[in-house]
């Protein structure tokens, strides 16, 4: 079945540690992205990519990094440099790369990240 | 920017209750879209919808896309207890806004 697949479901990570969160999706989607949600609030972008080998800024970008070297893949390093990074990331797919017009969102399951 | 107003927050209901719940926007939205999201999980689209006035079923729950396209609403008939979750609007105009999430809690 078509999907989107996220690692680790769970990570801890000590301050001052960098980490990556894997998204793989076999949708054949071209759009991809990453959110952020923390309780009580709505999902916010960090980033996002619409093609291979590019990718902009979201809301939040601050403190995270990321890669689009293939089409099915698009990890996010959250950095030292994100002062509060415990939260729960969402990466999410999109068949209309559009920043405009109907980008229904497929998501995957979410990695929780824990800052001890 | 653009803003989405998601309400009510969170919901207490008992098992057989319908729900509603609803999105307002500060500016006009071309498509309205409604997911749900169980714990600890990923958002599943429930309903989209693309033009003014639509109204859209999916099982027992039934989207309507407002006439001005700056708000929507989301209905649950008959409520189970798998209903429980947190279910998000989300708007496209320049881009995709997601509301602050309604938490729905069914008792037996």
């Known amino acids: 079945d078509g999907g989107i697949t996220q690692s680790p479901k769970y990570l801890f990570r000590k301050e001052g540690q960098n980490v990556t969160l894997s998204c793989e999706q076999n949708?054949?989607?071209?759009?991809m992205y990453w959110y952020r949600q923390d309780p009580g609030q709505g999902l916010r972008l960090i980033y996002y990519?619409?093609?291979?080998?590019?990718?902009q800024k979201g809301d939040i970008a601050e403190g995270y990094s990321v890669s689009r070297e293939k089409k099915e893949s698009f990890p996010l390093t959250v950095t030292s440099a994100q002062k509060n990074p415990t939260a729960f990331y969402l990466c999410?797919?999109?068949?209309?790369?559009?920043?405009?017009?109907?980008?229904?969102?497929?998501f995957g399951a979410g990695s929780r990240l824990t800052v001890l | 920017g653009q803003q989405l107003n998601q309400s009510p927050q969170s919901m207490f209901i008992q098992e057989g209750e319908d729900v509603s719940m609803n999105c307002t926007s500060s500016?006009?939205?071309?498509?309205w879209l409604w997911y749900k999201q169980d714990p600890g999980e990923g958002p599943v689209l429930l309903i989209a919808?693309?033009?003014?006035?639509e109204l859209t079923s999916n099982g027992r729950l039934t989207a309507q896309f407002g006439i001005t396209r700056k708000d929507s609403f989301l209905n649950i008939s008959a409520s189970i207890p798998s209903d429980v979750g947190i279910y998000f609007c989300?708007?496209?105009?320049?881009?995709?806004?997601f509301g602050t999430g309604t938490r729905l809690q069914v008792t037996l």
């Open positions: 999410a797919s999109s068949a209309i790369t559009g920043v405009s017009g109907a980008n229904v969102l497929t």
């Open positions: 949708l054949n989607h071209d759009a």
């Open positions: 990519s619409q093609i291979v080998n590019d990718f």
């Open positions: 500016s006009i939205f071309n498509t």
């Open positions: 919808l693309y033009k003014a006035g």
């Open positions: 989300a708007g496209t105009a320049s881009k995709l806004t």
